[in-house]
């Protein structure tokens, strides 16, 4: 069974710029289509993009694209996501998904992944 667990939120300032990670333990992630969500205060979890195994990438929320970038180093077995020009409302805590069933296409509904990371916060304040 494969673990995920993602490192690297923490307190940016607007305008500024991470890199967020999702390690994978116990399997390989070249097997799994890869989903980063996140979850504001009070609202509810949305995806902001995912990758399948073919390497099709899907932003689940168009208005990221741009800013957000997901990529993968299979030889950390790590998949990334990178944001840029951070904006307040990027605050959330911030997950990683993966799940086997995704090989050509990868999907933006949660209940369709089966193995997600602790998350990690994404805090944005100058």
């Known amino acids: 069974q494969v673990h995920v667990a993602e490192s690297g939120g923490g307190l940016v300032q607007p305008e500024g710029s991470l890199r967020l990670s999702c390690t994978g333990s116990?399997?390989?992630?070249?097997?799994?289509?890869i989903a980063w969500f996140r979850q504001a205060p009070g609202k509810e979890r949305e995806g902001v993009v995912c990758?399948?195994?073919?390497?099709?990438?899907?932003y689940l929320e168009h208005s990221l694209k741009g800013r957000f970038t997901i990529s993968r180093d299979y030889a950390k077995n790590t998949v990334y996501l990178q944001i840029t020009s951070v904006k307040q409302e990027d605050a959330a805590v911030y997950y990683c998904?993966?799940?086997?069933?995704?090989?050509?296409?990868?999907?933006?509904?949660?209940?369709?992944?089966?193995?997600w990371g602790q998350g990690t916060q994404v805090t944005v304040s100058s």
């Open positions: 998904a993966v799940d086997r069933n995704f090989t050509n296409y990868c999907s933006g509904l949660s209940e369709e992944y089966e193995y």
């Open positions: 990758v399948s195994t073919t390497g099709q990438i899907t």
């Open positions: 116990g399997g390989t992630l070249t097997t799994y289509g």
